[in-house]
C-alpha cells in the first residue's frame, strides 16, 4: 500500500540538502521552502536558494523540486557522484501517494525523477 498523509499533517515549509561541488569540492547547501502546500489536492510548490561555500552567498535556482512532489521526511539524503539523492512522495492513482527518488546533481544544478518499476 503506497503512503498517504492525514489530511491534518503538519508539512515543514523548509528542508535543507547539503553536498559538494564535484570538482571544485566546495560545499554548498540546498535550501527549499515549500509554499502555499495544498494537501487535498497534492500540490507542493517551492522555491530554492543554493548557498556555495567559496562565494559565501546565497542565490537562487529554478526549483529542484516537482510541484508534485514533497520529500518523505522518516528517509535520508544520500550523496553520491556529485549529487544528492532523496526519497520523495508524489500524487499517485486516487487518494494515494508513491515513492520515488529525486536526483540533485552538484555541478549542473540539474535534477532527475527516478520512478521505480511498479513491482516495488
Not at 14 to 28: D, K, L, N, Q, S
Not at 87 to 114: C, K
Request: with cysteine; net charge positive.
Amino acid at each position: 500500500m503506497p503512503p498517504s498523509l492525514p489530511e491534518t499533517s503538519p508539512l515543514p515549509p523548509i528542508v535543507f540538502r547539503f553536498g559538494a561541488h564535484p570538482t571544485t569540492h566546495e560545499y554548498m547547501l540546498v535550501f527549499i521552502l515549500y509554499e502555499r502546500v495544498d494537501i487535498q489536492q497534492r500540490k507542493f510548490p517551492s522555491k530554492v536558494e543554493l548557498y556555495t561555500q567559496g562565494t559565501r552567498s546565497w542565490r537562487s535556482i529554478a526549483s529542484v523540486c516537482h510541484p508534485d512532489c514533497i520529500p518523505r521526511l522518516d528517509c535520508l539524503q544520500a550523496f553520491v557522484n556529485g549529487a544528492i539523492h532523496w526519497i520523495a512522495l508524489e500524487r499517485g492513482v486516487g487518494d494515494g501517494l508513491s515513492s520515488l527518488i529525486m536526483s540533485f546533481n552538484m555541478g549542473s544544478q540539474a535534477t532527475w525523477v527516478l520512478k521505480p518499476s511498479r513491482r516495488y
